[in-house]
């Protein structure tokens, strides 16, 4: 287990995780196939937003369940909270510092059976 910090390109967000980064995933739904973000899920316990909840602009689509964050000043993708798992976090792993993401296994989640 470890911390990692991490932020849009601006530096306006900033939070930090702890989890163990061995897997992230890409999704294949309507909105994150277009995105291309690679994702890591941690519980909301395990995230803590530093800095920049007033930068923050939200995007929701179909069912509005799940809520995707930006960075309104440079438009970066942070993290969202998932439609099939509300209490948890997925972090856009390419805002994290310092992440050797070299040996990173990435899975596909079937995002589109919920579109």
């Known amino acids: ?9 601006c530096g306006k967000v900033q939070f930090e995780v702890t989890t163990v980064l ?3 995933d890409r999704c294949n739904c309507s909105f994150c196939s277009r ?3 690679i994702m890591h899920s941690v519980s909301a316990d395990r995230f803590k937003l530093l800095a920049g909840e007033d930068s ?4 929701q689509f179909h069912t509005k369940t799940a809520k995707h964050y930006f960075c ?3 438009g ?14 997925r972090i856009n792993v390419a805002c994290l510092e310092n992440a050797d993401l070299t040996h990173l296994e ?6 589109a059976a919920y579109d």
């Open 56 to 59: 923050l602009t939200l995007y």
């Open 22 to 24: 061995d897997r992230g």
């Open 106 to 111: 990435v899975g596909l989640v079937n995002g």
């Open 76 to 89: 970066i993708y942070t993290f969202h909270r998932p439609r099939i798992a509300p209490e948890k976090y």
């Open 35 to 37: 995105r291309g973000a």
């Open 72 to 74: 309104k000043v440079c």
């Open 1 to 9: 287990m470890k911390t990692y910090w991490g932020q849009c390109h």
